[in-house]
């Protein structure tokens, strides 16, 4: 349980005692009231709207029931004072003591620190990355890649049971474009001079294998064979294969799914008939004919009669057609029946999508709300675009890919670690520039450099005071200063981080928050450069040099802590 966590307790325990004694009536909800830190930290350490969110509905003045409030919370060992502002928000100030407990908690907790069970259990599915299986990932897949394991992470750290998911889209267009493409590669593994790459095939060299592996595995068998023979065989092959590749490429990230389910297995399983038939039952599905698109004349358009799914009932702006003309599934009625099949097995489902596809966010939307019956939450986060930069000029395109540049690529060239933590360093609906140059620079301005020096100074104390043969007595915390204590509070803040960034499904708030801690952390340190008294090893005082040791090796716990659930690795000693 957090420091804010009990705070919330100790509070809640006041409203009741206020409750008891008739000062508030009984059964006000509680939802909006909040303990957190103030916007100023001058004004204290912790703040609750308690009073204002709860004079309303208790028929009472703000203020006035603040004051109770505070009466209650003064008589904690743990607050030093408690102050009213304004029209009734309460600030509290904690004891030096409450404090030095907390740094002692972390260390004590150590790698479990700022997780919690607050999920109970819920199981949330999170699918993302899903790129179509035509080729290597590449950098336009990157960043979803990041920040949907990073939240899958961030979710099992505060309790949730997390299924990892990746849609293999193997039904469509694009899937016998690449047989085809695979072919053309089979017939140059053969000897066959296949000259340019036709448009609209895949030109990457990555097929150049596939083809080879057809080759040795059929021969000259299907090189005169019309498509009908052996498109469906060349795909299948394909498609195993560039998955093969797309699981090698996530795993240079660290990256490893639960599930990877198959479009065309879906609908061979007759998935998608089964949600037309539930949502048929219930009235969500009918036979009728759409508007005529915006802009066209009558005579440009021919009315069909479709199933169309009840959409507008939930909040989109028309309904849906499930199928085509030609009987086929629509895109969203396949769509449909994944999140379907989903469902079955989730409380709560989570997508990835790139902000491309922002147009179809409403009606999948509306068909998980039908299917689940409002029961799952379902939410849709949208990623930006990255755009790849050396030293401020856009990066060429990959040859080997035929036309855009590899993840493989980029993270040999600059490490996991960079690319995971670099792509968490915005808001997830913000463009990005990724810049070569940037991205490795060993300066303040790049958090990825910032934060891993932060830790790997903190290692570097241990060395160097053994170098310094000192022997280290018991920690006296009540040495600390009011410096060190601002940086034990901030370290404090990290579980409710956690909680704030997990519920909000915005894992970028850890590495905006390590970036602070890192920033709080290198202030401290930096003052020992001007003043030797103010340095963490001092050999003339083995107390408290241990005293501040302690203290540092609690921010490299944090630090360690934020990093893992980023999926970066904490670094020891900087090159």
């Known amino acids: ?73 003064e008589a904690l060992d ?64 990157c960043r979803g890649a990041v920040v949907g394991d990073a939240l899958a992470t961030l979710l099992e750290a505060i309790g949730h049971k997390v299924i990892r998911e990746y849609y ?17 590669r089979y017939r140059e593994a053969l000897g066959q ?98 508007e005529a698109p915006k802009g066209e004349t009558p005579e440009d358009w021919e009315p069909v009669e479709l199933p169309l799914f009840r959409s507008t009932k939930f909040g989109d702006d028309q309904d849906r057609p499930i199928k085509k003309s030609n009987g086929s599934w629509t ?3 396949a769509d449909m029946a994944y999140h379907y099949q989903k469902a079955q097995s989730a409380d709560q489902l989570i997508d990835i999508w790139g902000a491309d ?19 799952a939450r379902f939410d849709v986060k949208l990623i930006q675009m990255v755009r790849l930069l050396r030293d401020g000029e856009p990066v060429k395109m990959s040859k080997r890919a035929g036309n855009f540049v590899t993840l493989a690529d980029v993270v040999g060239e600059v490490g996991k670690d960079v690319v995971r933590f670099t792509m968490l360093t915005r808001k997830a609906d913000a463009q990005m520039d990724f810049d070569f140059a940037k991205v ?39 040495r600390l200063g009011t410096v060190e204590l601002g940086l034990v509070k901030l370290a404090a803040q990290f579980p409710r981080v956690v909680e704030g960034a997990a519920q909000a499904r915005e894992p970028h708030r850890i590495a905006f928050y390590l970036n602070d801690l890192a920033s709080a952390f290198h202030g401290w340190w930096n003052v020992g450069n001007d003043d030797p008294s103010a340095r963490v090893i001092l050999p003339d005082d083995p107390a408290l040099t241990a005293t501040r040791l302690f203290l540092a090796r609690g921010i490299g716990q944090i630090i ?4 893992a659930l980023m999926g970066v690795t904490a670094m020891t000693e900087m090159q």
């Open 193 to 290: 001079d296949i000259g340019d790459i036709p448009e609209g095939l895949y030109p990457g060299d990555y097929l150049v294998p596939v083809g080879q592996a057809l080759a040795a595995e059929h021969g000259d068998r299907f090189v005169a064979a019309p498509e009908s023979e052996w498109l469906v065989t060349f795909r299948t092959f394909a498609v195993a294969r560039m998955m093969d590749m797309i699981r090698s490429d996530l795993a240079l990230l660290g990256i490893h799914h639960d599930i990877f389910s198959s479009e065309a297995e879906l609908q061979a399983a007759g998935k998608p008939e089964a949600a037309e038939a539930w949502l048929r039952e219930h009235d969500l599905v009918y036979d009728g004919v759409l």
């Open 78 to 141: 743990a607050v030093d004072s408690a102050a009213i502002a304004g029209p009734g928000f309460i600030n509290l100030r904690l004891t030096d003591a409450t404090w030095t407990a907390e740094l002692e908690a972390i260390h004590a907790a150590a790698d479990v620190y700022g997780r919690s069970d607050s999920g109970a259990g819920v199981i949330v599915n999170v699918e993302y990355v899903s790129a179509n299986p035509t080729g290597p990932m590449h950098m336009g897949h």
């Open 357 to 375: 596809h922002a147009g179809t966010v409403k009606r999948i939307q509306a068909a998980v709300a039908a299917l689940t019956e409002g029961r």
């Open 1 to 73: 349980m957090s420091l804010y966590t009990r705070f919330t307790a100790h509070l809640n325990a006041v409203l009741d005692a206020l409750e008891a004694e008739g000062a508030l009536p009984p059964g006000l909800s509680r939802k909006a009231v909040t303990v957190e830190p103030p916007r100023d930290p001058s004004h204290g350490d912790m703040a609750t709207n308690a009073a204002m969110v709860l004079a309303k509905p208790a028929g009472t003045n703000p203020r006035a029931l603040a004051e109770k409030i505070v009466a209650g919370l």
């Open 560 to 563: 360690r802590n934020g990093l």
């Open 168 to 184: 293999i889209n193997d039904a469509g267009g694009q899937v016998d474009v690449l047989a085809r493409s695979a072919h053309l």
């Open 331 to 333: 895109y969203f009625g």
């Open 440 to 478: 490795v620079e060993a300066s303040k301005d790049n958090p990825v450099f910032y934060v891993q020096y932060a830790h790997a100074r903190i290692a570097s104390l241990g060395r160097r005071t053994q170098e310094a043969g000192i022997t280290l007595p018991a920690v006296d915390l009540s």
